[in-house]
């Protein structure tokens, strides 16, 4: 089944609300509610003092109401009392001076003092609600991985710990840290220190590892609390919608995604501007991204109703984000929130209903979304499509190339969301992997932009093109080892030999810029001038801005695509045949144009069967003999049919063409997709 609800804050409102709000989510056909988040200290106002007893009332009454509840354990933020008690706990800046808690999320996870009070207070609660009869799911605290974290001298004592772990010797941790440069070498681990001061960040193998302590730790307290989960209540399921991906915090998920929990959890947030291709791209990559290659389907434990000073996104547009949601594996969409909260710092950020508690638009469209998924109870939902592609993500390459921005002037991100609107704009499925350790067989990997190549990594690339897969490797791809250093051999590091290729030199086309002198005129400055090449690949002439390549030089590999408006031409793009498969890299950042183009290449050299051919911006997949289409764009869109089919939604016969309006969603069956 779907479940669809909302996120309900039963301590914001008072107790002759509740069951008037209980009401009328059941008469909206929701089935299922997140409670508990945010209000650590509304269950434990003071030390070792719990008051469960008005949840006591408010889980019977969504049990009386049929609604199941995923019951979040409360750990984050952490009560007044406790950082009142425990200044230990606090967050300390970059500098080391301690912040006061004024603002949610200012908790150190790995502090041991933290930990034995959340891990306490998550002990009394689930034991209290394991047979609880509304309990379906706990979630592991909220936003793992938002925040910031702890710089603090009890913060270092810990990193100092990590580092003997892993390092064993002061010799072997200054030499993976380069430390004889700039006369930095360490006499013993006591001398470790964050690499940060002010607004200076510190050396990129320093960088690394401080960003991997910092994810282990918060990795570790997950664990901790699913322990306790499955100690205390058996056989109840567990999620939480964690944020590793944090620009400014964030942790390595897929290092162990597959046993961290049950079920994948996401907040689904595209923003209320639906023609934000970007944001809307990066929300439907979060949820693959989470899924990994579990095979599940994602809950959306928090989904956009509006935002700060956004009352609602577009007429449509909620209803048609269910829909997206459920095209990219969703099982859960839960509103957040129901109520616009009257204070606090998301008294502006919108809800189902309104400040005042009357229901609005919104609640109009989940409410006709929960009664059109009747209609689809035959369709076999949740998807869970069997993908033929994977599509590599690291933690690590997102950090190392934060920290060398120099260097790595696109951002990784941008890599990562470009090649997967790829895949989008043909409606393919994928999953995201760790390439230290794929699971599942695919005929095509893509690796956009994976800076660091460590050797487990380059092991798997590999094996997988031994052994007859085809990889596509980005620019920027294989230039530092495990310890953030660059390869002193040819690169791509460690895999030059399965690319055929020589990634040595590379040129930036630089530009006219104007600034404006000391009197305030504005002069030209003349730089160096290199025009920005066009790839040229068969036939084919792509004319995209490139503002970076890198010079190949060909061993093995055969050149495909070459750069052209240059003195003389250039590969833009090789393939190399390696053991039964073959590795193919792309000289220039991901770029949409030239990776469908690619993608067309392996869709007919690997048999792998592409997507619905819809118009841009109109989303589709087929589940069975059915395909759903969601139109994300505010115009009417028209999608050219091969056969007739019935709409569920209608009950209508739809020939030649689908005709969708602006925000507009149809679900067919019985069309011929061959």
């Known amino acids: 089944m779907i479940f669809v609800g ?112 959340a891990y306490r207070f998550a002990d009394m609660l689930t034991k209290r609600y394991a047979n609880a009869p509304a309990l379906y799911a706990l979630g592991l605290c909220n936003e793992i991985g938002s925040g910031a974290p702890s710089f603090s001298e009890d913060a270092r ?78 056989g109840i399921k567990e999620s939480t919608n964690h944020w590793g991906e944090h620009p400014g915090y964030g942790f390595d998920y897929l290092k162990t995604n597959g046993t961290l929990f049950d079920i994948p959890g996401v907040g689904f947030y595209p923003g209320v501007n639906p023609e934000d291709r970007n944001a809307l791209h990066g929300t439907c990559f979060s949820l693959n991204h989470r899924i990994g290659e579990t095979n599940k389907p994602i809950w959306c434990l928090e989904f956009q109703t509006g935002s700060f000073g956004a ?125 230290r350790n794929i699971e599942k067989d695919y005929k095509l990997l893509l690796i956009p932009g994976h800076c660091i190549m460590d050797e487990a990594s380059a092991q798997s690339i590999r094996q997988f093109v031994e052994q007859g897969g085809t990889v596509i490797m980005t620019a920027y791809s294989a230039k530092v080892d495990e310890n953030n250093q660059v390869f002193s051999s040819t690169m791509p590091g460690r895999l030059s030999d399965v690319f055929g290729i020589r990634a040595g030199a590379f040129e930036r086309p630089i530009y006219h810029t104007s600034e404006a002198n000391e009197g305030g005129l504005q002069k030209e400055r003349m730089n160096l001038r290199r025009e920005s090449p066009r790839v040229r690949m068969g036939e084919k002439i792509m004319d995209t801005p490139i503002d970076y390549y890198e010079i190949l030089e060909p061993n093995t590999a055969e050149t495909w695509a070459v750069f052209t408006d240059l003195e003389q031409e250039l590969p833009a793009v090789t393939a190399n045949a390696y053991g039964q498969g073959t590795a193919i890299y792309l000289a220039v950042p991901a770029q949409a144009d030239i990776l469908q183009a690619l993608l067309e290449v392996c869709y007919l050299n ?69």
């Open 6 to 117: 909302t996120n309900y804050h039963p301590h914001d409102w008072p107790r002759e609300r509740w069951p008037v709000d209980i009401q009328l989510m059941k008469e909206s056909g929701f089935n299922l509610v997140r409670l508990g988040h945010l209000c650590w200290d509304s269950f434990e106002p003071s030390e070792g003092n719990f008051t469960f007893e008005w949840f006591d009332e408010v889980m019977d009454l969504f049990a009386e109401a049929g609604i199941k509840v995923v019951l979040d354990i409360a750990t984050r933020p952490a009560p007044t009392w406790l950082h009142k008690k425990y200044p230990e706990i606090d967050l300390a800046d970059r500098s080391g001076h301690r912040l006061a808690a004024v603002h949610r999320y200012m908790d150190d996870v790995g502090n041991p003092v933290f930990q034995e009070y």
């Open 157 to 234: 004592r810990r990193y100092v710990q990590w580092l003997r772990d892993k390092y064993l010797t002061i010799e072997q941790l200054n030499h993976c840290w380069a430390a004889h440069r700039w006369s930095r070498k360490l006499n013993s681990f006591e001398d470790a220190e964050f690499p940060v001061a002010g607004a200076m960040n510190g050396a990129p193998e320093r960088m690394l590892d401080m960003w991997r302590f910092f994810s282990d730790e918060q990795i570790d307290y997950l664990q901790g609390l699913r322990d306790l989960v499955r100690k205390n209540a058996p």
């Open 311 to 435: 009352y609602a996104p577009p007429k449509g547009v909620l209803r048609m984000y269910a829909y997206l949601a459920l095209l990219f594996r969703a099982e859960a969409v839960c509103a957040w929130t129901w109520r616009s909260m009257l204070g606090g710092e998301e008294q502006y950020f919108y809800g189902l209903l309104d400040h005042d508690g009357l229901p609005g638009r919104k609640l109009d469209e989940f409410r006709q979304f929960t009664s059109e998924l009747d209609k689809l109870s035959d369709l076999g939902l949740p998807y869970l499509p069997n993908p033929e592609i994977a599509l590599a993500y690291s933690y690590e390459a997102f950090k190392v190339s934060e920290n060398q921005k120099a260097y790595y002037k696109t951002p990784y991100l941008k890599q990562v969301i470009t090649t997967y609107q790829a895949l989008m704009a043909d409606n393919t499925d994928c999953n995201v992997v760790n390439l």
């Open 606 to 674: 690997l048999g792998i069967r592409k997507g619905i051919t819809t118009p841009d911006g109109v989303v589709a997949r087929q589940i069975g003999d059915s395909a759903i289409y969601v139109n994300t764009t505010g115009l009417e869109q028209t999608v050219i049919l091969t056969e007739e089919g019935r709409s569920f939604l209608s009950d209508s016969v739809v020939k030649d063409e689908l005709v969708l309006k602006p925000y507009g969603v149809e679900v067919l069956k019985n069309l011929d997709f061959s």
